[in-house]
């Protein structure tokens, strides 16, 4: 039986398509291209950050969901940075602060979440051993890995703004990430070579120790050493006492067919609501990124954000009015304000780094993970003789009192990731996935995954066409769009909303991944987002 696994990193697929083939399954080969991404994409994903699933198990109904976020440690104040505050990232991504003290560094660090997200995955659902799936990972790490272009471009890439800090300043300002990603002084480029052993003797712990060494053994004994005698925020305390938050992913209806997602604080809601409002039109009819198509999604979107930003947070610590974003009778309402031409306020509130990374499986038997993490941009903080870098989810909270997304410990900050699962039309039990996908790329992740879902829907396109498809994207301010939308067109839109050109033609708007299910053949097909370097693979697996 056939089985596909699709993310943006080759080595990576490389690996979870390895395990597929061996005879593992979709939660053993997401789990194993997840530690092959942390070696191979060192600053947006790893042992250090945090994840999110949306997990189909064959024979049951819907979608599981499970959350390990990166939570603020217990020695943070919800004002301990009010007074630091220069200005909000003009693209979104969180607060420019003195010092960079929420984005680079120790204080910036969080609990991170990762491993006892992969240890539930493995613990529950899978059918290989750690050191199994591990290996592929470790084989990287001994014998060296080649940068590809994405990264040896962002190496090379100076900071945008100068309040902030690139991926190679966050490199450059810690001994031991110098140690490990630079040479003589200066970055690895595309087509080097570069080996993390340690990154192996770490995953080599976790084999021989068990993943729960990370929250309380010798392993989180030198993590929290380090990270308590470098002034951070998160303590032993904070390590022993975290707990993988399970609940039920969040699920809304599109033209019969039924839509699961990332709960709160997470991108799912959002995108329901988004879809909810846009069944109300007939898409096809207005032709595919045409002016008025174009016009008509990015009002739906603004209006779904402006609703979005002032209540999304963490649940545990604020009410978010979930149900009332996604209702029909909402979507309704926007619907009319959007036909009367009345304008959408939608307030800024930060968003979570676009440095993600994402992988979907689908195996032979039917299950099908979704699965998102991430270090945020990465601290660049790695505990000497560990190899992995940790998150810098500080970064992404409100940094004064009163914002449901205000600092507190234990919290975790909203994201836009939204892994997600469409099932076949009129399957109302939600037993048969017809579309697997997910994305980095903020809480462009949301609109991303949105266009490929219409256009896999309401245009017929395949994963492969709706991945490549150009895409745009309207949260609070302009309707910025990728290169390849052709500028007559923006033109026409312009002249009922600002606009803006991305300077991306590819990858602007989520690296958005996805698998099809043909309902008719169980045929299988991805699409790999042309803005990253990955690849979508299907496995001819003997079973």
């Known amino acids: 039986m056939p089985a596909a696994i699709c993310a943006p990193q080759p080595d990576a697929v490389d690996a979870g398509a390895t395990i597929l083939r061996q005879g593992g399954n979709a939660i053993d080969a997401a789990v194993a291209c997840a530690l092959a991404q942390a070696i191979v994409d060192p600053q947006d994903c790893g042992l250090g950050g945090y994840a999110l699933v949306n997990l189909h198990l064959a024979g049951t109904s819907g979608s599981l969901g499970l959350d390990a976020p990166a939570l603020a440690g217990a020695k943070v104040t919800d004002d301990m ?48 051993s750690w050191a199994e799936v591990a290996a592929p990972a470790m084989r990287l790490a001994e014998e060296g890995w080649m940068v590809g272009g994405m990264i040896g471009g962002w190496w090379q890439r100076s900071r945008r703004y100068p309040e902030t800090l690139s991926f190679l300043d966050q490199i450059t300002r810690h001994a031991e990430a110098s140690r490990i ?90 995108l329901i609501a988004i879809l909810n409002i846009l069944e109300g039109y007939d898409l096809a009819a207005l032709g595919h990124n045409s002016p008025e198509y174009i016009y008509t999604v990015a009002m739906a979107m603004k209006a779904a954000f402006a609703d979005r930003n002032p209540h999304m947070a963490d649940p545990n610590f604020e009410e978010v009015p979930t149900e009332w974003m996604m209702t029909k009778e909402r979507a309704g309402f926007w619907r009319d304000h959007i036909a009367a031409g009345q304008p959408i306020d939608a307030a800024f509130t930060p968003t979570g780094s676009p440095h993600t990374t994402h992988v979907s499986v689908v195996d032979g038997a039917g299950n099908v993970v979704n699965l998102t993490h991430s270090l945020g941009m990465s601290s660049g903080v790695i505990t000497p003789g560990l190899g992995f870098m940790y998150n810098n989810s500080m970064v992404n909270f409100h940094p004064w009192p009163g914002h449901p997304n205000s600092i507190a410990p234990g919290k975790g900050r909203t994201t836009g990731m939204a892994p997600t699962t469409v099932y076949r039309k009129d399957d109302t039990d939600a037993r048969h996935p017809l579309l697997a996908l997910g994305a980095p790329g903020a809480t462009r992740i949301i609109t991303g995954c949105l266009q490929v879902i219409l256009n896999v829907l309401d245009f017929g396109m395949s994963a492969a066409e709706a991945v490549y498809a150009p895409r745009f994207d309207c949260q609070v301010g302009t309707i910025r769009y990728e290169r390849r939308i052709p500028g007559s067109v923006m033109a026409e839109v312009a002249k009922r909303h600002p606009v803006l050109e991305l300077p991306y033609s590819y990858g602007g708007v989520g690296l958005v991944h996805a698998i099809h299910i043909d309902p008719m053949t169980g045929a299988l097909s991805g699409g790999a987002d042309g803005g990253g370097e990955g690849m979508a693979v299907v496995v001819e697996t003997g079973e």
Not at 85 to 113: A, M, Q
Not at 183 to 211: K, T, W
Not at 213 to 235: C, I, K, P, R, W
Not at 250 to 269: C, E, I, L, N, W
């Open 81 to 128: 940075w009010a007074d630091q505050v220069i200005r909000p990232n003009p693209d979104g991504w969180g607060f420019f602060l003195k010092g960079h003290v929420n984005e680079s560094g120790y204080t910036s660090v969080c609990t991170p979440g990762t491993v006892k997200m992969l240890a539930a995955l493995l613990e529950r659902w899978g059918t290989r």
């Open 181 to 270: 990603y630079l040479h003589d002084g200066n970055p690895y480029e595309a087509g080097d070579v570069i080996r993390n052993p340690d990154y192996a003797r770490s995953l080599q712990r976790i084999i021989d120790n068990g993943p729960e060494d990370f929250y309380h053994g010798d392993l989180m004994e030198q993590m929290t050493s380090d990270l308590a005698a470098n002034g951070s925020f998160v303590t032993r305390q904070d390590f022993e006492s975290y707990a993988l938050r399970e609940q039920m992913s969040v699920s809304g209806t599109y033209r019969g067919h039924v839509v699961t997602s990332a709960a709160p604080p997470h991108g799912g809601p959002t």
